[in-house]
Protein backbone atom coordinates (compact mmCIF):
# COMPACT_ATOMS: atom_id res chain seq x y z
CA UNK A 1 0.00 0.00 0.00
CA UNK A 2 1.57 3.55 -0.90
CA UNK A 3 1.38 5.36 2.37
CA UNK A 4 2.44 8.64 0.42
CA UNK A 5 -0.48 11.59 0.75
CA UNK A 6 -1.39 11.92 -3.14
CA UNK A 7 -2.17 16.35 -3.61
CA UNK A 8 -3.27 17.51 -7.25
CA UNK A 9 -2.39 20.82 -7.53
CA UNK A 10 -5.11 23.06 -9.86
CA UNK A 11 -4.01 26.38 -10.87
CA UNK A 12 -4.26 28.48 -14.34
CA UNK A 13 -0.81 29.98 -13.50
CA UNK A 14 2.31 27.89 -14.23
CA UNK A 15 4.44 29.68 -11.35
CA UNK A 16 2.24 28.97 -8.75
CA UNK A 17 1.82 25.23 -9.64
CA UNK A 18 5.77 24.87 -9.94
CA UNK A 19 6.36 26.78 -6.58
CA UNK A 20 3.45 24.75 -4.95
CA UNK A 21 4.81 21.32 -5.78
CA UNK A 22 8.78 22.50 -4.96
CA UNK A 23 7.24 23.26 -1.58
CA UNK A 24 5.33 19.87 -0.98
CA UNK A 25 8.54 17.85 -2.66
CA UNK A 26 10.15 16.89 0.45
CA UNK A 27 7.15 16.10 2.06
CA UNK A 28 6.58 12.43 1.11
CA UNK A 29 3.55 13.95 -1.32
CA UNK A 30 3.10 12.42 -4.57
CA UNK A 31 2.06 15.93 -6.23
CA UNK A 32 0.48 16.10 -9.74
CA UNK A 33 -0.22 19.45 -11.79
CA UNK A 34 -3.60 20.57 -13.40
CA UNK A 35 -3.65 23.84 -15.08
CA UNK A 36 -7.64 24.23 -15.40
CA UNK A 37 -10.99 22.14 -14.18
CA UNK A 38 -11.30 19.84 -16.61
CA UNK A 39 -7.97 18.91 -16.29
CA UNK A 40 -8.33 18.50 -12.65
CA UNK A 41 -11.46 16.52 -13.25
CA UNK A 42 -10.14 13.97 -15.26
CA UNK A 43 -6.87 13.38 -13.01
CA UNK A 44 -9.19 12.62 -10.31
CA UNK A 45 -10.85 9.67 -12.72
CA UNK A 46 -7.46 8.50 -13.39
CA UNK A 47 -6.50 8.03 -9.63
CA UNK A 48 -8.09 9.92 -6.27
CA UNK A 49 -6.05 11.89 -4.58
CA UNK A 50 -6.18 12.67 -0.39
CA UNK A 51 -5.75 16.44 -1.28
CA UNK A 52 -6.49 19.51 -3.82
CA UNK A 53 -5.23 22.73 -3.87
CA UNK A 54 -7.48 24.51 -6.16
CA UNK A 55 -7.55 28.24 -7.38
CA UNK A 56 -10.88 29.49 -7.72
CA UNK A 57 -10.51 31.82 -10.97
CA UNK A 58 -9.41 30.11 -14.29
CA UNK A 59 -9.83 29.65 -17.54
CA UNK A 60 -13.48 27.62 -18.40
CA UNK A 61 -14.80 26.09 -15.37
CA UNK A 62 -13.99 27.94 -12.28
CA UNK A 63 -12.98 26.68 -8.49
CA UNK A 64 -16.53 26.26 -7.40
CA UNK A 65 -17.74 24.16 -10.03
CA UNK A 66 -14.73 21.57 -10.01
CA UNK A 67 -14.86 21.96 -5.91
CA UNK A 68 -18.42 20.96 -6.24
CA UNK A 69 -17.81 17.86 -8.74
CA UNK A 70 -14.92 17.01 -6.58
CA UNK A 71 -17.20 16.74 -3.80
CA UNK A 72 -20.05 14.80 -5.33
CA UNK A 73 -18.02 12.43 -6.57
CA UNK A 74 -14.74 12.12 -4.62
CA UNK A 75 -16.44 13.23 -1.00
CA UNK A 76 -13.48 11.50 0.74
CA UNK A 77 -11.03 14.09 -0.87
CA UNK A 78 -10.40 17.37 1.06
CA UNK A 79 -10.05 20.63 -1.13
CA UNK A 80 -8.29 23.33 0.49
CA UNK A 81 -9.48 26.60 -2.20
CA UNK A 82 -6.17 28.76 -3.08
CA UNK A 83 -7.62 32.45 -4.39
CA UNK A 84 -6.13 35.85 -5.58
CA UNK A 85 -9.51 37.25 -5.15
CA UNK A 86 -10.91 36.79 -1.61
CA UNK A 87 -14.18 37.59 -0.45
CA UNK A 88 -16.76 36.58 2.63
CA UNK A 89 -18.98 35.20 -0.16
CA UNK A 90 -16.69 33.37 -1.65
CA UNK A 91 -15.08 31.85 1.39
CA UNK A 92 -18.81 30.83 2.64
CA UNK A 93 -19.67 29.03 -0.86
CA UNK A 94 -16.35 27.05 -0.32
CA UNK A 95 -16.94 25.87 2.81
CA UNK A 96 -21.03 25.25 2.18
CA UNK A 97 -19.55 23.03 -0.94
CA UNK A 98 -17.60 21.30 1.57
CA UNK A 99 -14.09 22.65 1.16
CA UNK A 100 -11.69 21.90 4.08
CA UNK A 101 -9.73 25.68 4.03
CA UNK A 102 -9.65 28.91 1.92
CA UNK A 103 -6.87 31.08 2.13
CA UNK A 104 -5.70 34.08 -0.08
CA UNK A 105 -2.73 34.04 -2.12
CA UNK A 106 0.01 35.02 -1.78
CA UNK A 107 1.19 31.95 -0.04
CA UNK A 108 4.05 30.51 0.71
CA UNK A 109 5.84 27.46 1.32
CA UNK A 110 5.03 26.88 4.79
CA UNK A 111 1.32 27.97 4.17
CA UNK A 112 1.35 25.43 1.33
CA UNK A 113 2.59 22.70 3.72
CA UNK A 114 0.50 23.28 6.70
CA UNK A 115 -2.39 23.81 4.42
CA UNK A 116 -1.81 20.24 2.70
CA UNK A 117 -0.88 18.60 6.36
CA UNK A 118 -3.98 20.25 7.89
CA UNK A 119 -6.11 18.86 4.74
CA UNK A 120 -4.37 15.41 4.99
CA UNK A 121 -5.07 14.80 8.51
CA UNK A 122 -8.47 15.81 8.35
CA UNK A 123 -9.28 13.39 5.79
CA UNK A 124 -7.07 10.60 8.34
CA UNK A 125 -9.29 11.84 11.34
CA UNK A 126 -12.71 11.23 8.96
CA UNK A 127 -11.50 8.11 7.71
CA UNK A 128 -10.62 6.87 11.11
CA UNK A 129 -13.90 8.14 12.46
CA UNK A 130 -16.51 6.27 9.77
CA UNK A 131 -14.13 2.91 10.48
CA UNK A 132 -14.33 3.35 14.25
CA UNK A 133 -18.42 3.63 13.77
CA UNK A 134 -18.77 0.31 11.45
CA UNK A 135 -16.35 -1.51 14.19
CA UNK A 136 -18.57 -0.40 16.79
CA UNK A 137 -21.89 -0.70 14.30
CA UNK A 138 -20.81 -4.22 13.83
CA UNK A 139 -19.77 -5.28 17.73
CA UNK A 140 -23.69 -5.14 18.67
Request: with cysteine; charged share 25%; glycine share 4%.
Amino acid sequence: MDTKCKILVVDDDETVRLSYRRSLASSQCNVELAWDGSEALQAMEQQAFDVVLLDLRMPGMDGMAVLKAIKQKWPDSEVVIITGYPSLESAKEAVRLGAYDYLAKPLGPDDIINAAYGAMTQKKWALHSVCMNQTANHAY
